[in-house]
Structures are given as C-alpha cells and as structure tokens.
C-alpha cells in the first residue's frame, strides 16, 4: 500500500505538467479549429468547416498556400532526411577507424547540433550572400557558376535545405557512430579473408547491423524537418515570392500575423498534429520495446 | 555504447591497410572543418567594420584590420542595456526552465524506471517522448489565448511554463535511462533495512546521480536558450529573451553582416561550449530512445 503512494508520487507531476500543458492546449486548439475565432471577434462554432475549405472539400478548391507550403515542407523533410543520412553516415563510417584525436573532433562536429536555428538562418544570409558570401567564392574558385541564392526559387530552397542539412548532420552522425561502434570486430576479422573491398565489407556487414538504426534516426529527422520554421523564418523570410515558407511558417502567419485568423490556423495546425501523431505512433512501436 | 576509448583499443576494422589511414584521417579532418568553418566565419566578419563586411575577406590583420567596434556597439552604451536585458532574460528562463524540467523528469523518470505500472510502461515513456514530436504552431495558439486570461504573457513564470513543457522528455529520458542502470540490490537491502521508497530515492539514488543531472540541466539549458518560436509570440516586450534581439537584427537599415553575425557568436557561445560537457550523454539525450547510448 505505502509501496503504491510512492509508485504514483514520483511519476504523477510529470503526468499532470503534460496534461495541463500539452493536452489540455492540445484539446483547446482542437476546439478552436471548429471556430471561426478571430482576435478581437466573438467565436462562432462552425463545426469542420475550416477543414473542408483547407481541404478543398467544399467544392471551391482548397488552400493554395497551405498546399504549396505543404510541398515545400515535403521537399525539405525528404531532402534534408535523405541528405544527413548520406552524410552522416559517411561521416560515421570515417570516424569508425583508429582515428588521433576522435574525441576532440566528435564533439566540434556535434557543435552545430547546439546553435540555436533563429541564428543559423542568420548565418546563412552571410554565407549564401550572393556577392561576397564564401559558398559563391568557394564554387567560383572551382569553375562553377555562382548562385543566385535569394532570388531564384531553386536557389532559395537549397540554401534552406543546405543550412538545415548542416545543422543535422551531426546528429545521423553520433546516432550511427554509435551503432557501428557496438559492432563486434570478429565479424569484420572473418570477412576480411574473404575479401579486402571496404565497400563490400560496410554492404554486407556494417550496413544491414547499423540499418536498424538507420530507420529510426530517419524518422527522428522526418519529424523535426517536417516542423522546420526557424531556419526560413531568418534565411529566406519564405521568399522569394513564398516558395520557401514551410507549412509551420504559414499557419504562424496566418494564426499570429496581421489578421489573426486563430480558428483557421488552429484547423491548419491539427492537421500537422494528425500527421505527428501517425508518425511517433509508427516510432515508438519500433523503439519503445526498451521502455518496459 | 561501446566508449570511443574502447574502440581505439580495438584493432581497427582497416588498421592492416595502412597507406588508406592517412587518406581517412584527412576525411575525418574535412568532416571537422565543414562542420566547424561557418562559425570561424561569423566569428572573423564579426571583427570587421562596416566597409569590410561584405569583401569576402577571412584572414584578419592580413586581408583586413579588424576592428573591436562591433562588440562595443552591441556591449557598451545604449544598444548595451538591451542586449544584457536580453541576455538576462533567457539565463532566467532557461534556468528556470531547467529546474522545473529537471525535477519533474528526475521524478518521473525514477518511477519509470523503478515501478510497474498498470498501463505499461512503454506507453508511458512514449507518452512523455511523443511530446517532442508535436509542432510547436499547433500549442503556441492556444497558449497565446490562455497566457492572456492568466496574466502571464510577456512574464518569467509563462516563460517558464513553455519552455520547461519542451524541454521536459529531455529529462525524463535521461533520467530513466540513467535509474534503470542504477543497482536494484542497493534499492532492495536498504526498504530492508526499514528504509522508504523515498528515502531510497533521496539518499541511495540521488546522490549517485549527478553525471546524469548534469547531462539534463545542461541540455534542457541549451534547448531553452535557443527557444525562439513561442518567445515571439509570448514575450515581446520585458521578457524578450536574446533569440528575439538575434531576430531582431535586420529590421533597421537591412542586414549589417558585421553586426548580425556578432549576435549570431553571441547567441551560439554558451550552448555550443555546454555541449562540449555533455558529450558523453548526447546521444541518449538527444535521439529520443533511437539507440541505447
């Protein structure tokens, strides 16, 4: 009995912080996507009509924008996914060897990971700048044209995607490293006299221990990329045009910028909710074995 | 997780080819220097002055004559009450934050780790964990909307509130991760030596858990400092914390390179050098139960 007051006493603030915080604002705004609540107007419930204008299932079409941010956020969650994966665990692979100094050289790659993005973003106008930014010098020493970062839309989602690829990395990079690293050695020792290839030996040993891991630090980076809005909110302003607006960004500004649309935003936003929710589902069914 | 001194001791998978070593240790230095180059830059542009900030030049004193005007202006003076101001704010708030997602995580996280409990406690974790998967757009309106009716936008402890709810699976995943490893035969001798649950936790637990508190306060400091999408909306005026004043940079007369990139050093220091401290816990801390760590 005593046993049990305890059992509850240590986990129960953390589940009543949750449910006052996180769910309680989860339900307002769910009931707030059922509104047409401006600030500074009287609500009116109006039941799923948000959603079926965003969806474009009241015959009108949908939002444009919610659409075309949307695709956007698609663009750089696969990219960005896709690309620190490569990356990372190219870099881990690199990093799995008799190495001098491998401590002091994780943790400065580990060091982006820590920056706050409203700040990288910053950075990256700097480093993207068209005329005196070191990528343009840097490619035109190598004979390659320079880029208009800002002004062409391709140019502008790179340079999001390439700040936000640089941010990430390191964190594919400590996630496999860590996984190569609890690879036993002897499997490597009996391969090896078979064959000396450093490709054949990370394809068929390294690569299908470490794929585990693999899916589940792709999913991690889904959800983060799929969030993004600090980044383009300081890189590019969503520009030009909005080509660089990511999904987050454009329900921020329609729900706190300018008219406050606060019912539909939130009707935007619950839409993201359902899809993160279908997503940390799918992840914690793979990880959540070791929780027991 | 196998340390990396451990690994080194371990033959290499490659050590046999020796004339490949020296090719993987100038990759592995590449690696190093792309993720380390974009702060060298801020780092030297925030040395320059006005005229020399969009020359594309790098090398101080021998390609331009840096100049300490810029750290002045954003240290000294009038700019310098709003910046310390700022600075003031988010040590505040992350320290706040840190507390109250520490204490509640260590908790939770004991009992996670420590207990059964009936709706199991894989779906508990998760339950704590999942919160870092929902967008922060989706909490932030209706936090807008209730902060007004409790007086507490724009003040420490709302500040506080939000900051410490994102930050909380940090903790409780650390913590748990850490009290799961921790002896169950040390627990168990002393509730028989007439010891409580929470004496246990107090005096046995507790005191040999500092590396952990350490990992936890430092990240939950880091990701509250750089907090800045709730902070825009929920404190723009008295506690505007310095993610705010970075975003802040270019209203005026468009963007001075020279003076965005000494806020963005700023703003970057202090958590960089608190994840130099944390390495060790990185991994756990920060995957969300991807790999043991």
Known sequence: MRNNRAKYAFLMPGVIWILLFTLFPLGYSFYLGLTDFRLGREAEFIGFDNYSEILGLDGDGGDDKALSTAGFTAFLAVGSTSMTLLAGTFIAWIF??????????????????????????????????????????????????????????????????????????????????????????????????????????????????????????????????????????????????????????????????????????????????IVAIIISAFYFSRVSARFE | MATISQVSEAPSQRSQVKSGQTFIIFLALVATFMALWPFLFAITTSFKKQIDSTDGTVIPWVQYEPTLLNWQQEFGGGGGDATFKALRNSALIALGATLVATILGTLSGYGLARFKYGVGNKNLVSWFLSQRF?????????????????????????????????????????????????????????????????????????????????????????????????????????????????????????????FVTTRMVIAVTLPVILSLMVQRFIVRGLTMGAVKG
């Not at chain 2, 169950?184 to 004496?199: P, Q, W």
Request: a neutral charge; hydrophobic letters at 55%; aromatic letters at 14%.
């Open chain 1, 96 to 273: 799995n060897h008799d190495i001098p100094f491998v401590k002091q050289m994780r943790a400065i790659i580990t060091m982006p990971l820590f920056a706050a993005p409203i700040a990288l973003g910053f950075l990256g106008v700097v480093i993207f700048n068209e005329t005196s930014g070191p990528v343009n010098n840097i490619l035109q020493g190598l004979g390659l044209p320079r880029v208009n970062w800002f002004i062409s839309p391709w140019g502008a989602r790179f340079a999001v995607l390439f700040t936000d690829v640089w941010q990430w990395t390191p964190f594919v990079f400590i996630v496999v490293l860590a996984a190569m690293q609890g690879i036993p050695e002897d499997l490597f020792e009996s391969a090896r006299l078979d064959t000396k290839s450093n490709w054949l030996l990370f394809r068929h040993i390294t690569f299908p221990l470490i794929a585990p891991a693999l899916g589940t630090v792709a999913l991690l980076r889904l959800v983060e990329t799929f969030k993004a809005i600090d980044i383009p909110f300081s890189l590019t302003r969503g520009g030009p045009g909005q080509v660089t607006q990511t999904y987050s960004y454009y329900t921020y500004e329609k729900g706190l910028v300018g008219s406050f649309q606060l019912g539909e935003a939130s009707a935007l936003a619950y839409l993201m909710v």
């Open chain 2, 134 to 258: 929902l967008p922060p757009v989706a909490t932030v309106i209706p936090f807008v909307l209730l902060f007004k009716e409790l007086k507490l936008l724009d003040t420490l402890p709302g500040m506080i509130i939000v900051n410490a709810t994102f930050t909380l699976p940090f903790a409780v995943l650390i913590m748990r991760d850490h009290f799961a490893e921790f002896p169950a035969e040390l627990r168990e001798s002393a509730l028989v030596d007439g010891a409580n649950e929470f004496t246990v936790f107090w005096r046995i637990a507790l005191p040999l858990s500092t590396p952990a508190l350490v990992a936890s306060t430092l990240i939950c400091f880091a990701f509250s400092w750089n907090e800045f999408l709730f902070a825009s909306v929920l404190a723009n005026r008295d506690w505007k914390p310095y993610p705010m004043l970075v975003a802040g940079s270019d209203s005026v007369r468009g963007i001075m390179f020279n």
